[in-house]
């Protein structure tokens, strides 16, 4: 096993300007998204070949081409749970310019999760804020959304849309609405298309700091006995809900 290798993944699961990618689906979507990979090794490039020829045709002829070939053991050093489909890499994190997000004109909301917990749940929240084509997803707390276990949770999704810690919610003029099971029921009003959604963390909910300067609460309905939804699965259900003002134009 090379000793650089192991050290430059090691490293670059620390260095929060680098993104390690996990698997063939991560690597897909990064390439597919314009990340800049920097360094990609496979244990069995011809698998990657036959995965895109299957499930990515517009990579299929280059993905073997993009990675060198390593041991499968040496897969198993650069990864804590290695990929099935052996692969890992390294891109670089886009910049974001979160001032530009919050100003981004386009009907579509901005995801703030605060103070998110899990990594596999704040990867869930990425990938389904990416189908959905929201505007990004903001997160508050300690916690990187970067991270390679959120990266591996989104499928390396972060590279369609900007993502960013915080340390608090920027100004803007964007609507603010906390999405909160003491809220309105979503089926009863509009949300507004450039709304920022605010999810709370797993186990505290939403912050009385945020439930106060919000302009509405929200809630999705739940069958009688039951608390909360998952953090991940009520930004599905809101995005997904329907429950949006009509575009105009
Ligand atoms: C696991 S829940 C937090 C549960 C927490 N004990 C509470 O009472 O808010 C994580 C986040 O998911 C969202 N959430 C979960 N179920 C919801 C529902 N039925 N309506 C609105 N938001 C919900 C909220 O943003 C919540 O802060």
Not at 38 to 49: K, N, R
């Amino acid at each position: 096993v090379s000793d650089g290798l192991v050290r430059r993944f090691a490293a670059a699961r620390k260095d929060r300007s680098l993104a390690v990618l996990e698997g063939f689906h991560a690597l897909k979507h990064a390439i597919r998204f314009g990340a800049e990979v920097t360094e990609a090794v496979a244990s069995d490039p011809q698998l990657l070949e036959r995965l895109a020829r299957e499930l990515a045709p517009d990579l299929a002829g280059s993905m073997a081409a993009r990675v060198s070939e390593v041991g499968e053991e040496e897969i198993g050093e650069l990864a804590p749970l290695a990929p099935r489909t052996g692969v890992v890499a390294i891109a670089r994190r886009p910049a974001v310019d979160v001032a530009a997000m919050i100003a981004d004109m386009r009907p579509a909301p901005l995801v703030l999760l605060e103070d998110p917990r899990t990594m596999g749940n704040m990867g869930a929240c990425v990938r389904v804020a990416a189908a959905a084509e929201a505007a990004g997803v903001l997160t508050t707390g300690e916690n990187d959304p970067w991270h390679p276990d959120a990266l591996r949770g989104a499928a390396g999704l972060h590279f369609a849309l900007p993502v960013a810690r915080v340390d608090s919610l920027p100004e803007g003029e964007r609507p603010l609405i906390a999405i909160d099971p003491e809220g309105e029921d979503l089926r009863t009003g509009e949300l507004p298309r450039r709304a920022v959604l605010a999810f709370g963390s797993e186990r505290y909910g939403l912050s009385p700091k945020l439930l106060e300067h919000a302009d509405a609460r929200v809630a999705i309905p739940m069958r009688e006995g039951v608390s909360s939804l998952n953090l991940a699965t009520s930004v599905a259900a809101v995005l997904f809900s329907g429950a949006f003002e009509p575009s105009i134009g």
